[in-house]
């Protein structure tokens, strides 16, 4: 079946950029997201993008998208100590209106 | 900013009892789904709802599970019988169109004993 493969575990010192990769395999996937889940705590949508885009910029965070390779990265810059959460890469495809994740990826900041 | 409501936020039931889970979607939605996440597991699709009906279901959703929006606000997922392997956090989500844009609630935490 389809799926979203994430690294397990990113450490980064604060102050620092964060890098987190996702690849999938779904070449259907129309909408690919990013959401992020402090402990015990819900799903919060960071940002999605298009297919058809490259790049989303909104703030610190960068979305980058190769369609041919399959892969997603989200770029967090000038990381804090308040960004240590569990990151999940998600994909949707017109197909269906289901999403499929990955299975995160622990952010942990150092100060 | 608008929110998925979802209540309980946890709930500790014995196995082959009854739960309804409860969630109040963003109001001008029109699409709800149902998502769980069995402890240090991936976020896993159960079913979506629209137009009143169940549009997808993957195959978790077995017959010990149902959905339903009893009025114009809540949405809720009844699970029959529950069992130990039921155990895990579910998540709400609704979205204005079919794919993009899912707001999550905070999900409701279910331990089974």
């Known amino acids: 079946g389809e799926d979203v493969e994430q690294s397990l575990f990113l450490s980064v010192r604060e102050g620092d950029s964060s890098v987190i990769n996702c690849t999938y395999t779904d070449s259907s996937s129309t909408y690919l997201y990013w959401y992020k889940q402090e402990p015990g705590a819900g799903l919060q949508l960071l940002t999605y993008i298009f297919s058809n885009m490259d790049m989303k910029q909104d703030q610190r965070l960068t979305v980058l998208l190769n369609k041919k390779d399959k892969h997603l990265s989200l770029r967090i810059a000038d990381t804090q100590t308040g960004d240590s959460a569990i990151y999940f890469c998600a994909e949707s495809s017109t197909n269906n209106n289901d999403m499929r994740f990955g299975a995160g990826t622990r952010l942990t900041v150092k100060p | 900013e608008p929110e998925v409501t979802q209540t309980p936020s946890h709930q500790v039931t014995q196995m082959g009892q009854e739960v309804i889970l409860r969630c109040v979607p963003i109001?001008?939605?029109?699409?709800f789904y149902w998502y769980r996440q069995i402890l240090g597991q991936k976020v896993e699709f159960l079913v979506s709802?629209?137009?009143?009906?169940?549009?997808?279901k993957s195959e978790i959703f077995d017959d010990q599970f149902s959905v339903e929006r009893p009025d114009g606000s809540n949405f809720t997922l009844k699970i029959r019988s529950t069992k130990l392997e039921d155990s895990a956090m579910y998540f709400c989500?609704?979205?204005?169109?079919?794919?993009?844009?899912?707001?999550f609630g905070s999900g409701t935490r279910l331990t089974v004993v």
């Open positions: 709802f629209y137009n009143n009906e169940i549009s997808e």
């Open positions: 109001s001008n939605h029109l699409y």
């Open positions: 989500a609704s979205s204005a169109e079919g794919s993009g844009g899912y707001t």
